[in-house]
C-alpha cells in the first residue's frame, strides 16, 4: 500500500493594506513559476504590492523545506489568489465642520506552493487519469480548430 505525501504548503497573508485589484496585478505575473524565478520578478518589479507578496512567498518557501523537508529548486507556484478583505472606514474633517469619508481597503493574499519533485511519484501510478487526459488534449484541439476557423472566415466581425 503506498502512502501519498503532502505535496503542498501555503502561507496566508491576511488584512494587508492596499485593494485586492492592485495585488492581483502583481499576483497573474507570478502564477505557476518556479520559486527563484518569483523572487527575481518581484524584486523587479516598481509597484507597492510586491513586498508583502514577496514575503509571503518566502515564507511559504520556509514552511516547504520545515514541513516537507523539500529544496526550494524543486517549488513551483500552484495557485495564488488575492480576496478582498474588510474595508477600514474612517472621516477626515473638512472644511465649515463637515466630514469627508476615507476608505482603506484591505485584502487577503494567499500562496499555495508545489514540490514538483514528490509530485511525480504520485501521478505515474494511475492509467485511468493518463487515458482521461489524452481525451481531453483531443477534445481541446478540436473546439481550438473550429474557433480558429469561425475567426479565420471573417464572420461576426466584418464590417461592411
Known amino acids: 500500500m503506498l502512502k501519498k505525501r503532502k505535496t503542498e504548503v501555503y502561507a496566508l497573508g491576511q488584512h494587508i493594506s492596499m485593494s485586492a485589484h492592485k495585488a ?61 478583505g474588510t474595508t477600514v472606514k474612517k472621516l477626515k474633517p473638512r472644511a465649515r465642520g463637515r466630514s469627508f469619508p476615507i476608505k482603506r481597503p484591505t485584502c487577503h493574499i494567499t500562496i499555495v506552493m508545489k514540490d514538483i519533485s514528490l509530485d511525480e511519484y504520485i501521478e505515474i501510478d494511475s492509467l485511468s487519469s493518463l487515458k482521461w487526459s489524452k481525451n481531453l488534449k483531443s477534445k481541446n484541439k478540436y473546439i481550438a480548430m473550429t474557433s480558429h476557423d469561425m475567426y479565420s472566415n471573417g464572420g461576426i466581425w466584418d464590417k461592411k
Open 24 to 84: 492581483r496585478r502583481v499576483i497573474d505575473q507570478i502564477r505557476g513559476r518556479s520559486y527563484e524565478e518569483t523572487l527575481m520578478i518581484l524584486e523587479l518589479m516598481p509597484y507597492r504590492a510586491c513586498y508583502p507578496i514577496f514575503k509571503l512567498v518566502y515564507s511559504a518557501a520556509s514552511n516547504a523545506s520545515y514541513n516537507m523537508d523539500s529544496n526550494e529548486s524543486n517549488l513551483v507556484i500552484s495557485k495564488a489568489e488575492v480576496s478582498e
